[in-house]
């Protein structure tokens, strides 16, 4: 989104030339403008920036330089595609570590928690609980579905403690750890049945996540620490 943003920025056309030197810019929405974009090189270095007014008649947007006097007339279209909150910018693929850097699981669902580490060979332990067959496939899948995760649509509120969309009492949490950092994943309720509202830690983002990714972490979940097979029932006692 970053990259399309810059090149509508650098493809910025007047549509037409409003004012030269206005006395007052109140009259265009500039004295307190709708939007300012500034661009930044190097450091603090302000390449420059664009203010964003009201609208004219036509639909126009007024629009000046902060360094010039001049105030234009832009398509107003170019106020609709910015962002109205940072977490839009982000990339949809949240996870910024790769499978292989993940060397340790914190998985609760339901009330059950499971721990997994993997060791200096590289061999995935079963912590938690302390009896269980560990499915190494079942376990790589997981892995790979929380590294892939992406967003289908970022929420505006990020909080530091999330209480929305059922994230005070997650269906299921996924916490990844690597050399560098942990990873927290938190799955909330459905309200559509088609995406599920979801928080993940770094970078910090509350968002939307398809129910068929919510149903691959689930099934992968459920395949590391398969339950144990259900105990053939007793034979009733012979009658005397």
Request: glycine share 6%; charged share 20%.
């Amino acid at each position: 989104m970053v990259a399309g943003l810059l090149a509508d920025l650098q493809d910025l056309q007047a549509r037409e030339f409003t004012a030269d030197v206005p006395v007052d810019l109140e009259p265009y929405g500039l004295t307190v403008p709708q939007v300012i974009v500034t661009l930044k090189g190097t450091a603090t270095n302000i390449v420059a920036q664009l203010l964003l007014g009201g609208l004219d008649g036509a639909g126009l947007q007024y629009a000046k330089l902060a360094t010039e006097p001049f105030v234009y007339a832009v398509d107003a279209a170019l106020a609709e595609q910015l962002p109205t909150h940072p977490p839009a910018l982000f990339a949809r693929r949240l996870a910024t570590l790769e499978a292989g850097q993940v060397t340790r699981l914190v998985l609760e669902r339901a009330g059950e928690r499971t721990v997994l580490e993997r060791d200096a060979d590289q061999t995935w332990k079963l912590l938690e609980p302390t009896s269980g067959v560990l499915d190494v496939d079942g376990l790589q899948a997981l892995v790979n579905a929380l590294v892939e995760i992406r967003a289908v649509e970022f929420l505006p509120d990020s909080p530091a403690e999330p209480v929305a969309c059922g994230l005070d009492n997650p269906a299921l949490t996924i916490a990844a750890t690597t050399a560098e950092k942990n990873y927290v994943l938190k799955i909330g309720f459905t309200a559509d049945g088609e995406t599920y509202c979801a928080w993940w830690s770094d970078p910090e983002s509350l968002f939307m996540v398809s129910a068929a990714t919510v149903a691959t972490l689930q099934k992968t979940v459920l395949q590391v620490v398969p339950p144990p097979a259900a105990l053939p029932a007793e034979p009733p006692p012979a009658a005397p």
